[in-house]
């Protein structure tokens, strides 16, 4: 089993440049700057990992400058968007931010302010833009993370064998060097056993957009697959959502569905404001594969996984 590693790479730049939609922006001098992030596989609070000191300080300014409006781990509010969304969805990239935290904008949804005289933000934007990154990458859960010391050890993951992170990580030997790893009594198998909750085994390569690039385990392709086949036409590819049957991502990350509650619905079904969940206990399918559509819903509610069809393990 291999953990999930993630490396900001100087490079996922270029493949978020060709979403971009918000303009304008500001033309970086360099790079868009990096983190370091290991968390143990599942991981489903930022203490369980382990981060470098700049994205650190960004976690730490977004919390005391950003967090007000944009909600804890950047997941947004009623009256400011959720920032992982803009990062991946709406094409916000180094440029677009640089201009953001200088500009300030106003958008459908309200007024987003300069920054331009907070000293604080404007010694720590870089920082903050790293945390955002790993939180929009999926590679550090919401929470608080461990304040990082001084000795960071091996990556490690990527050793695991497992084809894209490792790629990554030899792609950018500096973020590899300064990236701490998991710690030492962080057990991956842990996270899946967790109030017997099934886990996955996910790792894709940085900034990732399609389930495609990611190497998956057996279970959460079958979960991928069960879906697909008996919970898409409702809720939507991926899980995202429909007119007529909710995004399941917020549903585990929002409405405190864990296993025990989706357990509980696949057997009897449940009526709520939506509409109505039809009850899975006779189809055989998913009675057989309920464990892993779980897997697969959990690693896309914890942002592991990008939505798209993964390669069948093994091939
Ligand atoms: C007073 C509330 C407020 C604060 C504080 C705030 N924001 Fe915003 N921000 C907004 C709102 C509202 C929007 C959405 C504007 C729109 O799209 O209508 C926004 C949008 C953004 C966007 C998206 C830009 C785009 O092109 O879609 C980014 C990035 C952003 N904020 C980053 C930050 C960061 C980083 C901080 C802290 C350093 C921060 N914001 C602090 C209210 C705030
Ligand atoms: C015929 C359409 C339909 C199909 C098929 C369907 N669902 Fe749903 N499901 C819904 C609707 C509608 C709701 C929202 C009910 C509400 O909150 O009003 C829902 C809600 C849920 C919830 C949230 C429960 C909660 O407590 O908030 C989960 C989890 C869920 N579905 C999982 C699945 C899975 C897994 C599958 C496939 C095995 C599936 N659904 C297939 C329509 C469907």
Redesign the pocket.
């Known amino acids: 089993m291999f953990k999930q590693t993630s490396f900001g790479l100087a490079l996922a730049g270029i493949a978020v440049t060709a979403l971009a939609v918000?303009e304008p922006r500001l033309e970086p001098e360099g790079a868009p700057p990096v983190y370091a992030v290991a968390c143990p596989e599942g991981a489903a609070d930022a203490g369980a990992c382990e981060v470098d000191q700049f994205t650190y300080d960004g976690w730490k300014?977004?919390k005391i400058?950003?967090q007000?409006?944009?909600g804890g781990g950047g997941m947004g509010s009623t009256?400011?968007?959720n920032?992982m969304t803009?990062f991946n969805e709406?094409g916000?990239d180094y440029g677009?931010?640089l201009y953001?935290?200088e500009h300030g904008?106003?958008?459908?949804?309200?007024?987003?302010?300069s920054?331009a005289k907070n000293p604080r933000?404007q010694k720590n934007k870089d920082a903050?833009y790293a945390y955002?990154k790993a939180r929009a990458d999926g590679a550090i859960p919401n929470g608080r993370p461990p304040k990082p010391d001084d000795t960071p050890p091996q990556p490690q993951g990527a050793a695991d064998g497992a084809g894209p992170a490792a790629a990554a990580t030899s792609a950018a030997p500096e973020a590899a060097a300064a990236a701490p790893a998991p710690a030492a009594d962080a057990a991956p198998d842990d996270a899946a056993g967790k109030d017997g909750a099934p886990g996955y085994a996910v790792t894709c390569p940085e900034g990732a957009v399609d389930a495609g690039a990611c190497t998956v385990d057996q279970l959460t392709y079958d979960g991928w697959r069960t879906f697909k086949i008996e919970c898409q036409q409702c809720h939507g590819g991926g899980a995202l959502g429909s007119t007529f049957a909710p995004n399941l991502l917020v549903r585990l990350n929002e409405s405190g569905v864990d296993y025990a509650r989706f357990l509980e619905v696949m057997e009897n079904g449940f009526q709520g404001q939506v509409g109505v969940m039809p009850s899975m206990a006779k189809n055989a399918r998913v009675q057989k594969n309920k464990d892993a559509v779980y897997a697969y819903l959990k690693a896309r509610a914890d942002g592991v996984m990008p939505n798209g069809r993964p390669p069948k393990p093994g091939s």
């Open positions: 918000h300014t977004y400058e950003c007000q409006c944009h009256f400011a968007p920032l803009r709406s916000v677009r931010f953001v935290m904008y106003q958008g459908q949804m309200g007024v987003m302010p920054l933000v903050v955002l």
